[in-house]
């Protein structure tokens, strides 16, 4: 949407992602993420740590995606993710009365960072969207080595194509050899009309 402020962050979970259902029956999770600035201090030799950002961030899930059931199943407290989103501001009144607002992180992708750890992907499985791999559908194994897109709905393309053989090109009048005698190239031939009355140029 124009106008919104998305940004990327890098960081580590200060705690474990709290997946919660709000009144209107949606599932939603929260979650902060403090990132740390470094610096190469000359003097020490040392990395130091600046200012540490905190950022309250919330995912939903919506009929498409199970985004905030993923989070609190996948991540936990500690772990370094990367995660991109929009700014959002919201403003709510305090226990004491007073007026606070805050600033949020409204995540649309996260994912771990793979720096210093690794991680075990499965998809799951979707009655929408495009799905990879699949017999009767989808993209069908993709680029097959020069052979071009091999993907088609109903499994179309490299199995489902015709293979074409290759044949010799019928008879191409422009690779042939030029017959002796011949005034190709020069006005005035049969070819071009030249054998009218009409004066050449």
Do not use: H
Request: glycine share 14%; aromatic share 8%.
């Amino acid at each position: 949407m124009a106008g919104e402020t998305i940004i990327t962050i890098v960081g580590n979970l200060t705690r474990d992602p709290e997946l919660r259902t709000v009144g209107s029956g949606s599932t939603v999770v929260n979650f902060t993420i403090a990132s740390s600035s470094r610096q190469f201090n000359r003097n020490t030799n040392q990395w130091e740590d600046g200012d540490t950002l905190f950022l309250n961030c919330s995912a939903w899930d919506s009929a498409r995606n199970s985004l905030a059931s993923n989070i609190a199943n996948s991540l936990s407290k500690g772990m370094t993710v990367i995660a991109q989103g929009r700014l959002t501001q919201r403003s709510y009144q305090a226990q004491d009365g007073s007026q606070r607002t805050v600033v949020e992180l409204r995540v649309d992708d996260i994912g771990p960072s793979l720096r210093r750890a690794t991680a075990q992907v499965n998809r799951q499985s979707s009655s929408s969207g495009f799905v990879g791999n699949q017999q009767q559908g989808g993209f069908n194994g993709g680029y097959q080595g020069g052979a071009g897109y091999a993907g088609g709905a109903n499994g179309f393309g490299a199995q489902g194509a015709p293979q074409q053989q290759a044949q010799a090109p019928v008879s191409d009048p422009w690779n042939s050899a030029e017959p002796s005698g011949s005034s190709f190239g020069s006005f005035g031939t049969s070819e071009f009309g030249g054998g009218s009355d009409e004066p050449e140029f």
